[in-house]
């Protein structure tokens, strides 16, 4: 098992990686900061005559650093009740990822990934949140990963999050299961 | 009463476009398609010492546009159960606006604003579409929106939605209510 | 196609009813209002050592007159956000028949079942009572039932579902697709 | 502060009670045990000329007991993705009290209960229990009562719970915030 963590956050030391930190602490992981490359929104070429044109971004550099990976955890902070923009915009993406000819096997290869989701919020996650782990569900549902476990968080400023032990608990717990 | 409309959508004539014509038809409107704007990530200032910092892109431009409309209709393609990351990062964005000195009244006018929501997905969205709807509540309550009605609709090649009876129904009477 | 309808309703021409004789106008359809009848709650014997008792009440009646239709409708008032308390008593009891010798293929059967949810509530039913779609989606999704379609409505005082125009549409057309 | 605890399992020391234990450890706490009683499902008369008629059964003697205590922990196992039938009555009959002379001020008391959720399921209840802590978010919204917190774990067989380490842990701080 290789560990890869998607960072949807857009400031550094947010509280979404600061849990996650408690998540990873002493494993080895590959770290993928969204917010530090260009990920353009997907183009819906579906249904169009050219199809899905080639991008000029990082996606694909950042899908082939996740690919090897067996377990990925999404970190994100919840904004507007839901992931951020940067994390939604790469997900978005893997409908054209799923239809490029240069990776035949992604749907495949997907299904094989466990997930997890660590996310913090300000505003009553615990309910609020609840739809974006209902979404989460039905998206790795799609693709046939498996939804292994998500940690709730409560937290605004940088930190606030140590406050919440059941958090706190949750996160240093969610990989040993 | 006038109207705005905010496409999240990403090719033209897709499905949402399709079903809001009809909500919209003969009506005058502002049309917002917000994939043809550069819309920048948020970038979280809201707790670093320089505060959020001046972006430049679309976004206030598209604000300046939205603001005197006193009805919003948020149309996305349902984007894995969700809508799509131009239209997240859109209001995403909010969060800036929300402190940002040139907008002072930003939330009390927004708290003034009828909201709409048409969306259409190929992959159960009258169930798998819930929790977005369950967050357009969300994000609306927040502001102070009254979320006066939404329709979902079942389609994936452009023109499909017009074989969903329910959703061409309930588009044309939408704002007759 | 025989079709039966299960009334979880408390009051004669309640709106559920009548947004459901909408759906089923012109149809032979058997009725079974739980109202009517004694069902018991489930005494959850699945780990006890004597099991699950025989219950005295009218369960199992209903349940033979509802096996030969292979579509079911669950016609139910929105109280507080959920199906009416007996119709989750006749539910849960479910769980019995899933354990009782006299039904050895209840799940087989049920799988092959198509099924529809006609609720109606006063308290913003469209959204409010999303999470009710989705529990009778899990419901559905453990049997092997088909959940062929919803009717969500607004009203209050015996008559007002008449006035919520999407709705009448929606049910007039559920059965038709 | 005094704490009452409504449970609405239906067999002895089933997970959710025994979960329930670790949170009001070492507390003094009015147990009700609502197996224990008849509860008849509310007969909706709000708009019927003779109104709502008494009821002769253990409902208003449980109230009595509940009303004094300013804390109500709600502890269910999960059936059918929801609480238990014999829960859904209880709650179903709030709707009389509101309108019941003898309690002219229930919904003004209601408004000041801390409210708690503590429920077991065996079906991946920390993504298919979601729709009921929405719905338990609503219906304590409605009173004006205030969602203190909630915990969900997993198991079947009576003492599994003891195995979901973060449901036990945070049932031991459930209360301690």
Redesign the interface.
Known sequence: MTIAVIYG???PN?NAETLTDLAINGLEVEKIYL?EYLIQ????????EEGFQEVSDDYNSIINRLLPHDTWIFST?I????????M?????R??QTMRDANYPEFKTHMSKKKAYVIAVGG?QP???G??????F???FD?MGMT?E??VLGEG???GDILND??AV??AT?LLR?
Chains 1, 2, 3, 4 share one sequence.
């Open positions: 956050g857009t400031r947010g917010g929104p997907i183009k819906d070429g579906r249904h169009s902070p904004y507007w009740y839901s992931m951020s923009g940067i939604k915009n790469f997900i978005d893997w409908s505003d615990y309910v609020k609840l739809p974006m782990i209902q979404q569900q039905h998206i799609f939804f476990g998500y605004n400023k940088p032990k059941k608990y949750a717990e299961r």
